[in-house]
Nanobody, 121 residues
Framework: QVRLLESGGGLVQAGGSLRLSCTASGAVFRINRMSWFRQAPGEQRELVAHIFSHGSTNYADSVKGRFTIARDNARNMVFLQMNSLKPEDTAVYYC???????????????WGPGTQVTVSS
């Protein structure tokens, strides 16, 4: 079993910053990709950013230049530094990871329970 747990959400004024963290624990052999998604009320869950095991990253157009994703492979952690926050960034932010649980390719896609980010105008 693999567990993901986010932390770092909260309430911030527009223009402010927050740093989200996510830790993977349990039967983790290798983490291939780590991602952040978000879901605003009444909206579909959307990708915020990916980071792959070799370090390459992808971002949603709406957050490019404001958000930065990073990972600590030794601690099975992923981070999301969010700067210049806007009210439209308000959402529940979810950590997602593609995890191998052994060296035979077994594993799956796992999600954390989410952390609320609220940006006031």
């Amino acid at each position: 079993q693999v567990r993901l747990l986010e932390s770092g959400g909260g309430l911030v004024q527009a223009g402010g910053s927050l740093r989200l963290s996510c830790t993977a624990s349990g039967a983790v052999f290798r983490i291939n990709r780590m991602s952040w998604f978000r879901q605003a009320p009444g909206e579909q869950r959307e990708l915020v950013a990916h980071i792959f095991s070799h370090g390459s990253t992808n971002y949603a157009d709406s957050v490019k230049g404001r958000f930065t994703i990073a990972r600590d492979n030794a601690r099975n952690m992923v981070f999301l530094q969010m700067n210049s926050l806007k009210p439209e960034d308000t959402a529940v932010y979810y950590c997602n990871a593609d995890v191998s649980v052994n060296n035979y390719g077994q594993g799956g896609d796992f999600w954390g329970p989410g952390t609320q980010v609220t940006v006031s105008s």
